[in-house]
């Protein structure tokens, strides 16, 4: 999707505010960053109720404005939820429904954070459409809104002018993934070097469900085969070279594996290579065939075919969207 012509973005504050969810919407788009001007977001923090509000850990915050604020935004913030183990029972104000709803309808993306989706969902706005939330309420989210299809394993999800986050530090996944959206990797890169995170986290939030931990031999034995296989992901890496490099048998290799990424050793490499695709059609003019043979994908078609199954864009589409963006 195009980026907004308004560039405002406007986070919510509350009475019980999320203090690092509503830090995150703080340090992504309310920093100055010259160095990605012209152009960059302008942001706003608006109370949901007449301050000043209270945030946890005992932080007041002086909001810049009500919800009308919301009225001129492009991209709205909805920061967690009060009630953090029971965001399902803490009902949202119905002005700040009704302020979410006129926003979407004059074309304003909105954004949820961990417990936000609860937020989101009270709309109704989610109904028929995908959202992920913190694993931890992801059953409660599913219980209480049927005709939304909560995705609880992953970091984000995407669904055009509607995104959630899943807990805590994934909204810094979902913040930088927009930014990607809107202005090129470049930019996205550039952001989060300075928040010194990776530009994007492979996996989802299944790898940090309640589960017993990897023993530390293991996981040192996987970290220099990761490395590895992003390194050379050109090369062929069938499963029993994976488990020799790791020293593991095939069903050992694939049960830690899984519990050290969150993925299967098959779904990692594809994602792995759809990222140096995307990080070669970006960045070089290469022939498709020539990316899809450094990226270890088989023929140019395979390549397609992955790509946009995965991203929903063909891509040569991709490359003329994204190489050389600021």
Not at 90 to 110: D, I, Q, S, T
Not at 238 to 256: C, K, N, Q, Y
Not at 295 to 306: C, K, Q, V, Y
Request: overall charge positive; some cysteine; proline content about 9%.
């Amino acid at each position: 999707m195009p980026p907004p012509a308004n560039p405002l973005v406007v986070a919510l504050a509350y009475d019980g505010l999320c203090t690092f969810e509503f830090g995150v919407a703080v340090e992504v788009f309310g920093l100055p960053r010259p160095e990605l001007e012209p152009g960059w977001y302008r942001f706003a923090v608006a109370g949901v109720e007449e301050g000043p509000l209270r945030a946890m850990g005992g932080v007041r915050v002086m909001a810049d404005g009500g919800l009308d604020l919301l009225k001129t935004a492009g991209t709205v913030i909805v920061p967690g939820w009060r009630g953090a183990d029971a965001p399902a029972d803490a009902p949202v104000p119905p002005p700040l429904l009704e302020a979410l709803r006129a926003a979407h309808a004059r074309g304003a993306r909105l954004l949820s954070f961990c417990s936000g989706a609860f937020v989101l969902a009270a709309t109704g706005l989610l109904d028929g459409k995908r959202a992920t939330t913190h694993w931890r309420y992801a059953a409660a989210l599913a219980a209480r809104y049927p005709a939304v299809t909560v995705v609880p394993d992953v970091l984000y999800v995407d669904e055009g002018p509607i995104l959630t986050a899943a807990g805590t530090a994934a909204g810094i996944d979902l913040c930088l993934h927009l930014i990607r959206r809107d202005r090129g990797s470049a930019a996205a890169g550039s952001v989060a070097r300075r928040l010194v995170v990776p530009p994007h986290r492979e996996g989802g939030q299944a790898q940090f469900i309640e589960r017993p931990v990897p023993a530390v031999h293991e996981a040192s034995r996987l970290s220099p085969l990761l490395d590895r296989m992003r390194a050379s992901a050109g090369e062929d890496w069938p499963l029993d070279r994976m488990a020799a490099e790791a020293g593991m048998s095939r069903r050992t290799f694939i049960r830690r594996f899984r519990a050290t990424t969150g993925a299967t050793p098959a779904a990692w490499l594809l994602e792995t290579r759809l990222a140096r695709a995307k990080e070669l059609l970006e960045t070089t003019r290469l022939p498709m065939e020539t990316v899809a043979e450094a990226s270890g994908f088989p023929s140019a078609a395979t390549l397609r075919l992955h790509f946009r199954g995965r991203l929903g864009v063909p891509p040569g589409a991709y490359r003329a969207r994204f190489a050389g963006v600021a």
